[in-house]
């Protein structure tokens, strides 16, 4: 005899909350399991193996390797050599990653103004030769740095750095990944000398701040758009990493830059899917991207964009919006191949 007079098929014992979900409109989307997508800054060559697995094991299908962080480059100040060698090793690995893990890399590679570099000309010199490669789609990361590790580097000659990657990467019809300073919260108070744990810097020596005001972090962004103009290169060939609560409305408001949300760190930032979600709302799909900036010297999670992806369903935005945000504006920005996904 049926238990649950309201089901009589039911063998319960008595009503679950089975019984009471029939009209739930909640259709799980089961597409989102294997929707292809990119992640278009990382540098995931400074991972380990695993951990590069583990983007191909969550469906990662192609990503930007950047190569040009200060972070890989033990001289201060650094000089044009040792930038030089950040890039040959990421073309050394490319196409080893690529066959170990399956998904397609495409390469950036970029003078960051992070640190002081003492013949920048020299450097400039030499990426006009790697600008011909077909693995490199895009230049970056750089852009203005309001305040610089171990040794200041003036803002005029930051500016004429960032400026020329920028007219190269218009002659050579490349995107340009810019590094976007986040507006960062005062985190807990932690003991004296261990810096800031999750983050493998001698923390101690950041200088003072060279671009000061109200918003450092934001003038810094539309400094890059003013020498943008003034290199020719159009703002929708501009993908502008770090988007931030204290930079979105900037960026897709009053530019036509794409912004990138790097979802990878939380802890540090405070951006997650929330913010994307908000953006998307607010602008729409058409210039969001998101990225996970993994790197070997910060504590960052390699499925943070996975993850969105269900949280940005979560919220409220469609498959097909999350598609495009995820896949086809990567695809389409940095070349990436379309296979039928
Ligand atoms: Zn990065």
């Known amino acids: 005899m049926p238990s649950d007079p309201s089901h009589p098929t039911s063998p319960t014992r008595r009503p679950t909350d089975e019984a009471y979900l029939d009209d739930d409109p909640f259709d799980p989307p089961s597409s989102l399991l294997t929707l292809p997508w990119a992640d278009c800054h990382n540098h995931a060559h400074t991972l380990s193996w695993e951990d590069r697995e583990r983007y191909a094991i969550s469906g990662c299908r192609a990503m930007v390797l950047v190569a040009s962080g200060y972070h890989w480059t033990p001289y201060k100040p650094v000089d044009a050599?040792?930038?030089?060698?950040?890039?040959?090793?990421?073309?050394?690995?490319?196409?080893?990653?690529?066959?170990?893990?399956?998904?397609?890399?495409?390469?950036a590679l970029g003078i960051h103004t992070g640190v002081r570099i003492t013949n920048p000309d020299d450097l400039l010199a030499l990426m006009e030769e790697y600008c011909e490669l077909d693995e490199v789609v895009a230049l970056g990361e750089t852009g203005i740095t309001p305040a610089q590790h171990a040794e200041s580097w003036g803002l005029d000659e930051q500016r004429a750095v960032v400026?020329?990657?920028?007219?190269?990467?218009?002659?050579y019809d490349l995107p340009v990944l810019l590094h976007t300073p986040n507006q960062i919260e005062?985190?807990?108070?932690?003991?004296?000398?261990?810096?800031?744990?999750?983050?493998?810097?001698?923390?101690?020596?950041?200088q003072d701040l060279v671009l000061t005001g109200d918003n450092p972090e934001l003038e810094a962004v539309k400094m890059d758009v003013e020498a943008a103009a003034d290199a020719g290169l159009a703002?929708?060939?501009?993908?502008?990493?770090?988007?931030?609560s204290n930079n979105v409305d900037y960026l897709l408001g009053e530019t036509d830059c794409y912004a990138s949300f790097t979802v990878g760190y939380p802890w540090l930032t405070g951006v997650t899917a929330t913010d994307v979600a908000e953006a998307i709302h607010e602008y729409g799909p058409d210039r969001v991207l998101m990225d996970t900036d993994c790197a070997n010297i910060l504590k960052t999670d390699v499925f943070s964009v996975k993850k969105a992806i269900f949280e940005l369903y979560r919220l409220g935005i469609d498959v097909d919006d999350i598609r495009q945000v995820v896949w086809e504006n990567p695809r389409r920005l940095f070349g990436f191949e379309d296979q039928d996904y």
């Open 81 to 107: 050599a040792d930038v030089q060698f950040l890039w040959d090793d990421v073309v050394n690995r490319r196409r080893a990653i690529e066959r170990n893990h399956f998904f397609e890399t495409g390469l």
């Open 163 to 171: 400026q020329a990657q920028m007219e190269l990467a218009d002659t």
């Open 186 to 206: 005062d985190g807990p108070d932690y003991r004296p000398g261990v810096g800031l744990p999750g983050f493998e810097s001698n923390t101690s020596l950041g």
């Open 235 to 244: 703002e929708e060939r501009i993908v502008a990493s770090h988007a931030d």
